[in-house]
């Protein structure tokens, strides 16, 4: 079993940058891959990015692409995701996610094992 709890989230204004935090407890893996979604209000879950644990290798939606950057610190079980040029599009409940790597297929639906309970991100013009 992996425990997760997000972080970070908050109010801010377009244009603004807020860091989320995961943090990740209980049986732990260096074959794990360690994500984001977030979900507006009356909308799917959505993929965001994910790093792999071990290597580091990362992935982003388009949406986010070049605007969030997403790193994990291994001695303390973390993950990131640094939002910079925040829109109001942003806006959702942003959710970390651990699933276990079994090929190199980037998974984007919200079918992984492991789920946090989500922190508010909200965006204002």
């Known amino acids: 079993q992996v425990q997760l709890v997000e972080s970070g989230g908050g109010s801010v204004q377009a244009g603004d940058s807020l860091r989320l935090s995961c943090a990740a407890s209980g049986r732990f893996f260096s074959n794990y891959v360690v994500g984001w979604f977030r979900q507006a209000p009356g909308k799917e879950r959505v993929f965001v990015a994910q790093?792999?644990?071990?290597?580091?290798?990362?992935y982003y939606a388009d949406s986010v692409k070049g605007r969030f950057t997403i790193s994990r610190d291994n001695a303390k079980n973390t993950v990131s995701l640094q939002m910079n040029s925040l829109n109001p599009e942003d806006t959702a409940v942003y959710y970390c996610?651990?699933?276990?790597?079994?090929?190199?297929?980037?998974?984007?639906?919200?079918?992984?094992?492991?789920w946090g309970q989500g922190t508010q991100v909200t965006v204002s013009s």
């Open positions: 790093i792999r644990w071990n290597g580091g290798t990362t």
């Open positions: 996610a651990v699933r276990t790597l079994r090929s190199t297929v980037v998974v984007t639906t919200p079918t992984w094992d492991y």
